[in-house]
């Protein structure tokens, strides 16, 4: 069974610094990883997608890495800003599963300003 | 992309009854999921809306509890019945255009049961 966890739970930082988030995979026989961005009681916000032929995928000031083989992926958030404050959701694709996403347990970020 | 719209955004529903969520999208899917997220949780699938077929249901969740449709490649519902407190939670509707591709994910439905 894939499980997906992300570390850590929660996180607050001063405005301006950079950071990085955590996922990690059981199972590494997957298609794609996924990150998501999710403000408070909405929806998700698709911010990178990594084939599993990939290393990494960039996106403004994001910047997702990829290691299928151990089973992690890294989201950098450069030079943050209060309005990166939301949760950010890991999710992989099982090769398995039909297309259905597996979520991490999530990343609650706070940019104070 | 896909454009997804779904309603209501938000509803607050008596003990005993239904609500259906729609999901409309702006251009045609192969993949159309339904997802529900409870208080303070992760996302959990419910099921895979097929076209012109039954869906298919996670272990857990029934078609009783929660059926589902989708008449065409655009559009999907999902009905969750007999409504309790414990239903409440964000459901939300996701596309893919194509297999092994890109998700997105709709506005979410946040239901309270009371």
């Known amino acids: 069974k894939q499980e997906v966890t992300q570390i850590p739970a929660a996180l607050s930082v001063p405005e301006g610094e950079n950071l990085v988030l955590n996922c990690s995979f059981t199972?590494?026989?997957?298609?794609?990883l996924q990150w998501f961005r999710q403000d408070p009681g909405k929806g998700l916000t698709s911010l990178l997608l990594?084939?599993?032929?990939?290393r990494e995928q960039t996106s403004g000031r994001l910047n997702a890495s990829l290691d299928k083989s151990s089973g992690r992926s890294t989201l950098y958030i450069a030079a943050s800003q209060p309005g990166d404050s939301a949760t950010y959701l890991c999710?992989?694709?099982?090769?398995?599963?039909?297309?259905?996403?597996?979520f991490g347990t999530g990343t609650r970020l706070a940019v104070r300003p | 992309s896909a454009v997804i719209s779904q309603k209501p955004s938000r509803d607050i529903c008596q003990r005993g009854t239904s609500l259906t969520i729609q999901c409309q999208v702006d251009?045609?899917?192969?993949?159309m999921f339904w997802y529900r997220q409870q208080p303070g949780q992760s996302l959990t699938l419910i099921a895979t809306?097929?076209?012109?077929?039954?869906?298919?249901?996670e272990s857990g969740f029934v078609i009783d509890k929660f059926p589902i449709s989708r008449p065409n490649l655009t559009f999907s519902t999902l009905t969750v019945s007999n409504l309790s407190p414990e239903d409440s939670s964000i459901y939300l509707c996701?596309?893919?255009?194509?297999?092994?591709?890109?998700?997105?994910f709709g506005q979410g439905t946040r239901l309270t049961v009371v």
């Open positions: 996701s596309v893919a255009q194509e297999p092994h591709t890109e998700a997105f």
């Open positions: 199972d590494s026989a997957i298609y794609n």
């Open positions: 990594i084939q599993s032929s990939q």
């Open positions: 999710a992989v694709m099982k090769k398995s599963s039909g297309d259905k996403l597996t």
């Open positions: 251009s045609q899917v192969t993949m």
């Open positions: 809306a097929n076209q012109g077929s039954e869906a298919t249901y």
